[in-house]
C-alpha cells in the first residue's frame, strides 16, 4: 500500500486534502468548488486500489463554508459517474461557526478490501505526465484516465497501480518497484493530484495497455 490505512482485515482508509484551492477571493488556484472535490476524490479513489479495495463510504470535512457542500458532493459524483459506479454514502461536516479566508477540503474514503495487487514477473509503466495546479486544468489529456484504469484493474490486465503525488515520480517508483528504474519525464516533478500513475502489467498484457490508455505511457526501465 502507500498512504492507505488498513483498520482491519477488510477495511481500507484513504484520504485527500485540499487547500487554497477554489473559488474565494485568497486562494491561490482559482477553480469551481466541484472541480477541486473531483480531484479529491480521484486521489482517494486510486490510493483504494493502490490498496486493493473499492470505496463504500465518503466522508468530508469542508473548511470552505455551507455554500460549498453541494459543489464538493457534485465533484464527487462525477467522478464516480466517469468510472461507471454508484456514488458511496456521503457524510461528514462543515465549518459554519466562522468563515475562511481561502477554501479547505478534506475528503476520506472508506472502502474494503477485494482483490491482492501484485508487482511480480511484471513490467511497470507510468500513465500520464506530471502536473501540478494550472497545469492540470491546461493539459487535461496528458492526465491518467481513471476511466480506463478502472476497466483494465477490473480485468486483470493492471495487476498493481500506485499514483504519484508531490514527491515525485522517482520517490514513487522506488517505493512501487523496490527498484532505482528510469524514464524520459522530470523524476522530480509534482504530479498533483496523481495526474500520473506507475502500473504493473504482466508481458502478455502490454499491447493491450497501450490500445486502451488515451494519456502518454513511458515504460520504465
Known amino acids: 500500500m502507500r498512504n492507505a490505512v488498513q483498520i482491519d482485515e477488510l477495511t481500507i482508509l484513504t484520504i485527500d486534502n485540499s487547500g487554497c484551492i477554489g473559488e ?6 482559482k477553480v469551481p468548488n466541484e472541480v477541486v472535490a473531483y480531484f479529491a476524490a480521484r486521489v482517494a479513489l486510486l490510493e483504494q486500489w493502490c490498496a486493493g479495495a473499492e470505496p463504500s463510504h465518503l466522508v468530508l470535512a469542508n473548511f470552505t ?11 464527487c459524483q462525477r467522478q464516480f459517474d466517469e468510472i461507471g459506479k454508484a456514488l458511496p454514502p456521503i457524510t461528514g461536516s462543515t465549518e459554519s461557526n466562522f468563515s475562511a479566508l481561502q477554501s479547505g477540503l478534506s475528503l476520506t474514503m472508506v472502502g474494503k478490501k477485494c482483490f491482492e495487487p501484485t ?18 486544468l491546461e493539459h487535461i489529456h496528458d492526465v491518467a484516465n481513471l476511466h480506463e484504469l ?4 477490473q480485468t486483470g ?3 498493481a497501480l500506485w499514483p504519484c503525488g508531490s514527491k515525485g515520480i522517482g520517490a514513487e517508483i522506488a517505493a512501487f518497484t523496490r527498484q532505482q528504474l ?4 522530470n523524476m522530480t516533478a509534482s504530479a498533483g493530484p496523481a495526474t500520473a500513475v506507475l502500473v504493473a502489467v504482466h ?12 494519456a502518454p505511457i513511458y515504460r520504465l526501465k
Not at 65 to 71: K, N
Not at 150 to 153: C, E, K, R
Open 119 to 136: 508487482i511480480v514477473n511484471c513490467h511497470y509503466f507510468v500513465i500520464g505526465r506530471p502536473l501540478v495546479g494550472q497545469q492540470v
Open 24 to 29: 474565494k477571493e485568497a486562494d491561490v488556484v
Open 150 to 153: 478502472y476497466l483494465l484493474w
Open 65 to 75: 463554508g455551507d455554500d460549498a457542500w453541494a459543489d464538493y458532493v457534485r465533484g
Open 203 to 214: 508481458e502478455s498484457d502490454v499491447e493491450k495497455l497501450y490500445k486502451a490508455m488515451s
Open 157 to 159: 490486465v493492471i495487476q
Open 182 to 185: 528510469g524514464c524520459e519525464l
